[in-house]
T-cell receptor, first 114, second 114 residues
Framework: AQTVTQSQPEMSVQEAETVTLSCTYD???????LFWYKQPPSRQMILVIR??????QNATENRFSVNFQKAAKSFSLKISDSQLGDTAMYFC???????????FGQGTRLTINP | NAGVTQTPKFQVLKTGQSMTLQCAQD?????MSWYRQDPGMGLRLIHY???????DQGEVPNGYNVSRSTTEDFPLRLLSAAPSQTSVYFC?????????????FGEGSRLTVL
């Protein structure tokens, strides 16, 4: 069974700084998808970024980028020029081929301070 | 579009009572799922469905039933509520093909079992 581990329960940075959230996963599959979801205080889960395992190029979405290391089974999220609105719980998630389910990590609570 | 709609948003039950959490989506998504969110444990899959008439168990199915009679609706039933079912519940949907793992979430339902 796949597992996803986020080793940083909480992080805090100043506005405009860059922050990196860590995620590791365990799988025997070769083709899969990785995600970062954001859950702000409103509780609504929002997709931040998506990475396909067969693509070597790291995904980027504006200020959000990932560092995908397939051999190391590592998938970190970098937030550049952090903003107050980035304050949220961030979840790393894994979707395997044929699994029909998203497996989530425990989450990292990120606080952006003014 | 309303997206994914969950009702109720808050509910308090007594041990042994039954209830149904409703979930409806208007995006013609084939895939629908229910997750529960507990502190420090991320989101865990309860049940999922890949189409009308098809359901399957997730990671934590005990104490919950689901059915999928239409594409739009995917209710979650608690047959005899227990305090261990106190949690926040999320319904999520997506297209089965094309972009797996990209889930659209409802706003969540906070359930307290006394």
């Amino acid at each position: 069974a796949q597992t996803v581990t986020q080793s940083q329960p909480e992080m805090s940075v100043q506005e405009a700084e860059t922050v990196t959230l860590s995620c590791t996963y365990d799988t025997s599959e070769n083709n899969y998808y990785l995600f970062w979801y954001k859950q702000p205080p409103s509780r609504q889960m929002i997709l931040v970024i998506r990475q396909e395992a067969y693509k070597q190029q790291n995904a980027t979405e504006n200020r959000f980028s990932v560092n995908f290391q397939k051999a190391a089974k590592s998938f970190s999220l970098k937030i550049s020029d952090s903003q107050l609105g980035d304050t949220a719980m961030y979840f790393c998630a894994f979707w395997g081929q044929g699994a029909q389910k998203l497996v989530f990590g425990q989450g990292t609570r990120l606080t952006i301070n003014p | 579009n309303a997206g994914v709609t969950q009702t109720p948003k808050f509910q308090v039950l007594k041990t042994g009572q039954s209830m149904t959490l409703q979930c409806a989506q208007d995006m013609n998504h084939e895939y629908m799922s229910w997750y529960r969110q507990d502190p420090g444990m991320g989101l865990r899959l309860i049940h999922y469905s890949v189409g009308a008439g098809i359901t399957d168990q997730g990671e934590v199915p005990n104490g919950y039933n689901v059915s999928r009679s239409t594409t739009e609706d995917f209710p979650l039933r608690l047959l005899s509520a227990a305090p261990s079912q106190t949690s926040v519940y999320f319904c999520a949907s997506s297209y089965s093909r094309g972009r797996p793992g990209e889930l659209f979430f409802g706003e969540g339902s906070r359930l307290t079992v006394l």
